[in-house]
Nanobody
Framework: QVQLLESGGGSVQAGGSLRLSCATS????????MAWFRQAPGKEREGVAL???????EYADSVMGRFTISRDNAERPLYLQMNSLKPEDSGMYYC???????????????????WGEGTLVTVSS
């Protein structure tokens, strides 16, 4: 069973930085498609950043240039480095994985099926 565990959330002032981590267990394939999502109170969950084992990345326009998604290899955690944080970045952050991703295939936000429990990020002005 695939399990994802996020960590690294916290409270920071605007302009600060946080680094989120997502540990994966139960997923032994070397090819992966993983993503970070966030959900603010009263708002829908939105895709923030996407990464696959082919090296393709995608960012939401709202975080482009400020956030960086990374993962060294399939055995290492997924990270989200968040710089120049804004109050509107506040919310619960989730990592997710597409368990059916194949090398060379599409990696899309809507393809993920397994989620972690989330880690809370609060940015004060």
């Amino acid at each position: 069973q695939v399990q994802l565990l996020e960590s690294g959330g916290g409270s920071v002032q605007a302009g600060g930085s946080l680094r989120l981590s997502c540990a994966t267990s139960g997923y032994t394939r070397s090819h992966y498609c993983m993503a970070w999502f966030r959900q603010a109170p009263g708002k829908e969950r939105e895709g923030v950043a996407l990464l696959d084992s082919d090296g393709d990345v995608e960012y939401a326009d709202s975080v482009m240039g400020r956030f960086t998604i990374s993962r060294d290899n399939a055995e290492r955690p997924l990270y989200l480095q968040m710089n120049s944080l804004k109050p509107e970045d506040s919310g619960m952050y989730y990592c997710a994985i597409d368990p059916f991703f194949a090398a060379g295939g599409p990696c899309e936000f809507y393809g993920v099926e397994y989620w972690g429990e989330g880690t809370l990020v609060t940015v004060s002005s």
